[in-house]
């Protein structure tokens, strides 16, 4: 149930199209839902979050759509970019507890082609 | 958003020696911090949850007298890694969080990793 869920595990998007990273969750408590980017050998960095009282959230070229009855969020990234190449963690967390932790899902290592 | 700085960024030492690794929040005090362990092309994996001025509380299968946690300030935190074994080489990940600040209340911020390799 602490389980969140990513596919696909790698992906390969030619310049200037779209890619989508898709994620699911099972625990219902989750109310806070982080995309993080990371590149090698760095640490991972902040992209783009959502609460579920929202069903998308548009930041620049990076979207994060939010399906609460499927329990599912998934991240588009519009017209994407060589420098776009990194690895995408999904995340959830229950926002209103001192002692949330965040869940990560297992990555999708995102190729941009020129 | 907030800094968070780790020292050293790699680190090599021989089996069975201990490594110290520093976990500083440098804009924001954090109320809690959090240690995380990645290994090649995998996930991140969440060791130990620290809140400061309190002892470290340890995820499940996580030996709490191999990797010491002390989280003595509310801008630093270390993380050391006792009788180091070859296994135990990883990229080690620290995280911040305040509780207190209003413009990143209760989000976390990453620090940059410390690639450790045990020789």
């Known amino acids: 149930q602490q389980q969140v869920k990513q596919s696909p595990q790698s992906l390969i998007v030619q310049k200037g199209g779209i890619s989508i990273i898709n994620c699911a969750y099972e625990?219902?408590?989750?109310?806070?839902f982080p995309w993080y980017q990371q590149f090698p050998g760095k640490g991972p960095a902040l992209l783009i979050a959502i609460r579920p009282d929202v069903s998308e959230k548009k930041e620049g070229r990076f979207t994060i759509s939010f399906n609460k009855s499927a329990k599912q969020f998934s991240l588009h990234i519009m017209d994407s970019q060589p420098g776009d190449s990194a690895t995408y963690f999904c995340?959830?967390?229950?926002?209103?507890?001192?002692?949330?932790?965040?869940?990560f899902g297992s990555g999708t290592r995102l190729s941009i082609r020129p | 958003g907030a800094v968070v700085s780790q020292h050293p960024s790699r680190v090599i030492c021989k089996s069975g020696t201990s490594v110290k690794i520093e976990c500083r929040s440098l804009?924001?005090?954090?109320?809690?911090m959090f240690w995380y362990r990645q290994f090649p092309k995998q996930s991140l994996m969440l060791m130990a949850t620290?809140?400061?001025?309190?002892?470290?509380?340890?995820e499940q299968g996580v030996e709490k007298d191999k990797f010491l946690i002390n989280h003595a300030s509310l801008t630093l935190s270390t993380l050391t890694v006792t009788s180091a074994h070859p296994e135990d080489s990883s990229f080690y990940i620290c995280?911040?969080?305040?509780?207190?600040?209003?413009?990143?209340?209760?989000?976390?911020?990453f620090g940059p990793g410390t690639r450790l390799t045990v020789l």
């Open positions: 620290s809140n400061e001025g309190s002892k470290a509380t340890y």
């Open positions: 995280s911040a969080r305040s509780l207190t600040s209003p413009s990143s209340y209760n989000e976390q911020f």
């Open positions: 995340a959830a967390r229950g926002v209103y507890s001192s002692a949330s932790k965040i869940i």
């Open positions: 625990n219902t408590a989750f109310d806070y």
């Open positions: 804009d924001f005090q954090a109320t809690t």
